[in-house]
């Protein structure tokens, strides 16, 4: 009888890690998410501003993002550089990247 009550107690145990690994898994890949949307967004800006695309870049970069179920929490031009800011949400919290863009240096 003591031993499956102890046996009862580790799968349980399991379980519940396995739950709270998911978990994290599931936020680190949001995080990857939100990265390649801000990489998006800034490329389309700065081609926008190199002249490649019409428009005003940080519309555009906006329109990429919600396209991906994000928004632009900033949008900064400096020359032919765009720095992008995106947030999505992971259940009630929210995930935030930022990414730059432009031609080498």
């Not at 998911?22 to 002249?51: C, K, P, Y």
């Not at 555009?60 to 765009?82: K, M, N, P, V």
């Amino acid at each position: 009888m003591a031993g499956s009550i102890a046996t009862a107690g580790v799968i349980c145990a399991a379980g519940i890690a396995a739950a709270g690994l998911v978990g994290i898994g599931a936020a680190a890949a949001e995080s990857q998410r939100a990265a390649g949307i801000a990489d998006a967004a800034a490329l389309a800006a700065a081609e926008t501003l190199a002249g490649f695309a019409a428009g005003d870049p940080c519309a555009r970069a906006g329109a990429l993002a919600a396209s991906q179920a994000a928004s632009i929490t900033a949008c900064e031009i400096d020359g032919l550089i765009a720095t992008v800011s995106v947030e999505t949400r992971f259940g009630a919290m929210p995930v935030t990247a930022i990414a730059r863009a432009g031609p080498p240096l």
